[in-house]
């Protein structure tokens, strides 16, 4: 037993000697502390996961801050990839389109071009409930994916 204790301890301390550290979302410029954000759609996933990223990281949302974050293009949906021979679709892609405009005051800091993210999956009409299921976590790690590039794109405005 004191073997397993004594490897456990060794294999710590070469983690922690090694520099190894979680990946953190990288912080806001003060400037950017106090903010409005905005959207055609403030019940759209990205918006909602946005606005909560924010939040987490201190962000106060105001209507009224200098600063404003649109959100742009933002679009979600599904393709077919593939179907049987029975013409019954097998495979489906899932995507979410977004993008952003950073204004303080008239003077736009920052416009990214829409940012398209896919992921697919087999659907089985034997597993429809569960088939459901999965479609939704995908988009919701999409959507969190959407949010880390857009704070990450956020980081570099000064």
Do not use: H
Not at 128 to 148: M, P, S, Y
């Amino acid at each position: 037993m004191t073997i397993w204790r004594s490897a456990v301890l060794v294999l710590v301390g070469l983690v922690a000697g090694c520099g190894f550290q979680l990946a953190e979302r990288p912080l806001l410029a003060p400037s950017l502390q106090r903010i409005a954000l905005e959207a055609e759609d403030t019940r759209s996933d990205i918006y909602i996961a946005l606005e909560q990223a924010l939040i987490a990281q201190g962000v106060v949302i105001d209507r009224s801050a200098p600063a404003r974050l649109t959100l742009t293009a933002v679009n979600t949906g599904q393709r077919v990839l593939s179907v049987s021979a029975r013409n019954v679709p097998r495979e489906f892609e899932v995507f979410y389109t977004s993008g952003f405009i950073l204004r303080r005051g008239q003077e736009v800091l920052m416009e990214s071009a829409p940012l398209t993210l896919t992921r697919d999956y087999n659907w089985s009409e034997f597993e429809v409930l569960g088939k459901v299921q999965e479609e939704q976590d995908l988009r919701d790690l999409i959507v969190a994916d959407l949010v880390d590039a857009i704070l990450r794109q956020l980081a570099s405005v000064p």
